[in-house]
């Protein structure tokens, strides 16, 4: 459990970390407006979901990872609120060119702690594939059309019929 959530927290940083420097080297964003630094939480929120736990292209994981992917925006959202509402904290972060200001206004830092947050959540929450005890499980041979009839035709011999209305007293 410990592993897959350092496993999930690394995933999740690398993930924030990325959508970070597209913003911040790519796009030239140091800071952002409030309604667009949600509008950048729900892309991250978004990306965790499709790309942390059981990624989206593993077999039978479409649908969990649509819904991963949902609520990671809306919880993306959420934390970007509670970083904006409860943590002003002020950030220099001029050294690596992504500019200064509080915790929430920062993309640099607050798309890399939700993203690692939800990475951890996510990977915590993926149980995986159940584990073999070395021991194949064989199954066990269905009857045919042939022997499926047979055992009709057994039963129907042994049930009374409808018409049969003569009871013994």
């Known amino acids: 459990m410990l592993s897959r959530l350092i496993k999930g927290l690394l995933k999740g940083l690398a993930l924030g970390a990325a959508v970070a420097a597209a913003l911040v080297f790519g796009l030239k964003v140091n800071t952002v407006q409030p309604w667009l630094g949600y509008v950048f939480a729900c ?39 509670a970083l904006r509402k409860w943590l ?21 830092a607050n798309l890399t702690l939700i993203a690692a947050a939800l990475g951890a959540l996510f990977e915590l929450d993926n149980t995986g594939e159940p584990k073999s005890d070395g021991k194949t499980r064989v199954a066990e041979p269905r009857s045919t059309d042939a022997e499926a009839a047979e055992q009709d035709s057994a039963f129907s011999e042994v049930r009374p019929s409808r018409r049969d209305t003569s009871r013994s007293s």
């Open 43 to 81: 892309g991250t929120g978004l990306l965790a979901g499709l790309l942390t736990g059981k990624p989206a292209w593993a077999p039978g994981a479409k649908i969990e990872a649509g819904l991963k992917s949902a609520f990671g925006a809306l919880l993306a959202a959420g934390g970007l609120f």
């Open 88 to 108: 002003d904290i002020p950030l220099d972060l001029t050294a690596m060119r992504a500019g200064s200001g509080t915790l929430g206004d920062l993309p640099a």
